[in-house]
């Protein structure tokens, strides 16, 4: 059974950075995609960055040019860089593994965990 602890969230100031950090265990963590999915207080969970089992990555349109994900297969470790942040960016984070090696649009969010808090103030 797949087990995902994310690590690194806190409270930034707009405009500051945080590196979200993800560890992966009990499954080939270089056979999946992985992501970063989060969910703002009253809004549904939402994509927010996926990278493919060969480091092709995709971003939502709201946080292209300032997030970065990225894999460490070797540490069997996902990240989220977030520079610029901004209060709409507010959030709790889940890791995400995706059931196949490669995202695609609208694709299922597989298994995630238990999240960590982000908070953008202004």
């Known amino acids: 059974q797949v087990q995902l602890v994310e690590s690194g969230g806190g409270l930034v100031q707009a405009g500051g950075s945080l590196r979200l950090s993800c560890a992966v265990s009990g499954h080939t963590f270089s056979n999946y995609a992985m992501g970063w999915i989060r969910q703002a207080p009253g809004k549904e969970r939402e994509f927010v960055a996926a990278i493919n089992w060969n480091a092709g990555t995709y971003y939502q349109d709201a946080v292209k040019g300032r997030f970065t994900i990225s894999r460490d297969n070797a540490k069997n470790t996902v990240y989220l860089q977030m520079n610029s942040l901004k209060p709409e960016d507010t959030a709790v984070y889940y890791c995400?593994?995706?059931?196949?090696?490669?995202?695609?649009?609208?694709?299922?969010?597989?298994?995630w965990g238990q999240g960590t808090q982000v908070t953008v103030s202004s």
């Open positions: 995400n593994r995706y059931n196949q090696n490669y995202y695609y649009r609208g694709a299922n969010f597989g298994s």
